[in-house]
RNA sequence: CGGGAUGUAGCGCAGCCUGGUUAGCGCACCUGCUUUGGGAGCAGGGGGUCGUCGGUUCGAAUCCGACUAUCCCGACCA
């Protein structure tokens, strides 16, 4: 008799908590969610609880794209949650796209307000309000501000960390004298946001720029950093808006300029939010649980000391555990590094907790490891076993992780482009979409109507012109028009 | 907001059709013992106003209505 062991596992056993993705892709997502402590459902509908972990990760990711805002010359302030009602209504493109997902405050202190105030849907008006008490020359200017905050639009479909009632985000807004200064930085943070997303979330993105229909209400040109989640679906992981002079005129940002003239300022604002925790469970997790990778995990390895006998598990491989995190710790300048000394759990009981809420690397430190100086070390993201000395360890656990990194990256990279298809006319585009999904380049040029038509035929829409291809040009698969630009289109989130 | 489904313990579910003692099961949790290297075994135990409100009835988890929440498919979006 031949035993075959389970191919996706390496021959162990799945989770049993946790819907295969291959089942259920949103159920799983919710497991993997519910499985790590990440979030949970707050009382009102829509609104989500960011439990410790998640929130953990959050911050990692605060920490990585507010560090990069810094060195590009940004500074942090703090604008109100609630903006007059007027304030939207000032810019026409806006209060149109964001009147029906308000929130809107009638009463406080008891009584009716003479003016219903909003609770900011975003804050481009309010801070365009503020802007324009503080220029008044081109020297006030650029004025480089980002929020970290909470922002509410009223969704329809709430799912956890992608759409959300509420989210925590992250708003730049700048001001400028000139346009080519204002579309410099809003391709500058474009690039800011590319460069984290890859470097430290591993999430390998398409900047590109947005088509008509799925630009800003009130922006001239909007830039997305669009990502492919292992169901081959798109996600729209971060947006930056060169806004022109529409919210200038609208909140009268004016300045002199160098010749003494009266002029309007350019401005821009880009975010990211909490929905690049969606894509990181939807990038890179498993039927497993949670993978995370090493750059936005709270904790990067953990250390389970393992022995039968307590008063050794007390005395000697305890100690030893402790010892060793207080290396690594000093080694990876942070508390990334956790002994799991619950030794009423038995081991197995123990790298399954940490595996489901994606610990990158697991230590073991038993017996047998602990007489010969060494830890057998596990891998969250291959698997992979190995046994590394003592002494090795601080060499070796933040060049494994740094191998983890760029292997998730890799990975989701190396999947993005295997379902990558091209498509030259509509009949393909369909066949293309229905038999394999995935992103679908194109040349297209069509309309705002086009763009509906085609989404209503397929289910896809138009994700983003990459910028990678802005020199090619060719026939429009929908249109027929030639020296259309290469765009892609898929199903989205 | 349209279409569909579901709300019974932390999680997953049975019971409902055909109302009737203290509402069950698996996992998780607590105590004890035995265990311990990819989800342990035995024994004992705790935990539920059966989503909410109202109706029908002598009696409602069960029948009826409204509301609410969640999930799926659409339209809308970071």
Redesign the pocket.
């Known amino acids: 008799m031949i035993f075959i062991k389970s191919i996706n ?10 819907t295969p993705k291959e089942q ?4 799983w ?3 993997v969610i ?2 790590a402590e990440l979030a949970d ?7 989500m609880v960011v439990r410790p972990t998640g929130y953990s990760v959050w911050e990692l990711i605060q920490k990585h794209f507010d560090e990069a805002f810094k060195e590009t010359g940004h500074v942090n302030a703090s604008f109100p949650l609630l903006i007059p009602k007027s304030f939207l209504e000032k810019e026409a493109e806006h209060v149109e ?1 964001f009147a ?2 308000c929130a809107v405050v009638t009463h406080a202190g008891g009584e009716e307000l003479e003016e219903p105030l909003i609770i900011r849907p975003t804050s481009e008006t309010v801070i365009g309000y503020m802007y324009s008490k503080w220029v008044q020359s081109w020297r006030d200017l650029p004025i480089l501000i980002n929020q970290w905050c909470n922002v509410m ?1 009223w ?11 509420e ?1 925590l ?1 992250q708003e730049g807004h700048t001001a400028h004298a000139t346009k080519e200064e204002a579309v410099e930085e809003t391709l500058l943070m474009l690039e800011v946001y590319r460069r984290i997303m890859a470097d430290e979330l591993a999430l390998p993105v398409l900047p590109g720029e947005k088509t008509e ?2 630009r ?2 009130g922006a001239d040109n ?1 830039y ?1 950093c669009e990502t492919m989640m292992s169901d081959k679906k798109a996600l ?4 930056s808006h060169y806004l022109g002079q529409n919210f200038a005129k609208a909140f009268d940002i004016k300045f002199q300029n160098k010749n003494g003239e009266m002029d309007f300022a350019h401005t821009t604002s880009w ?5 690049l925790i969606g894509a990181l469970i939807m990038t890179h997790s498993d039927n ?1 649980g949670l993978v995370l990778p090493p750059r936005v995990a709270p904790t990067k390895a953990v250390i389970i000391p ?5 008063a050794k ?1 007390d005395e000697e491989i305890v100690p030893k555990a402790k010892e060793l995190k207080t290396i690594l710790n000093k080694t990876l300048c942070g508390r990334f590094v956790q002994v799991d000394t619950q ?7 123990r ?3 940490h ?2 809420r994606g610990v990158p690397l ?1 230590l ?7 007489a010969v100086g060494k ?2 070390v ?1 891998r ?1 993201d291959t ?1 992979e ?1 190995m046994e590394i000395t003592w002494e090795e360890l601080e060499k070796r656990i933040p060049e494994l992780l740094e191998e983890i990194q760029n292997n998730l990256f890799d990975r989701a990279l190396k999947f993005r482009k295997e379902n990558t298809y091209q498509a030259a006319d509509m009949a393909q585009f369909r066949e293309v979409l229905e038999s394999k999904g995935g992103f679908v380049e194109v040349f297209f040029d069509g309309s705002k109507e086009d763009e ?1 038509a085609i ?2 035929a397929t ?1 896809a ?1 138009p994700r983003c012109y990459p910028l990678e291809y802005s020199e090619e040009r060719g026939r429009c698969f929908y249109t027929g028009k030639e020296g259309a630009r290469k765009a892609i289109f898929a ?3």
Not at 236 to 239: D, E, H
Request: proline share 5%; charged share 30%; aromatic share 14%.
């Open positions: 596992d390496g021959g162990n056993r799945m989770a049993k908590n946790i259920d892709y949103s159920q997502y919710l497991d519910r499985v459902y707050a009382p009102v509908r829509g609104c796209g029906p997902e639009r969704e329809k479909r709430p799912r956890l960390f992608l759409r959300t009632s989210f985000w229909g799925e800003f209400p909007t997305t729209q992981a971060g947006t975010g990211v939010s909490m929905r497993d393992i022995s039968t006998d307590a598990f030794q009423h759990l038995r081991p197995g009981d790298f399954f907790f595996l489901q697991r073991e430190l038993g017996e047998k490891e602990f830890v057998k596990v969250r698997g076993k509906k989404k209503e289910g829409t199903k989205a989130y």
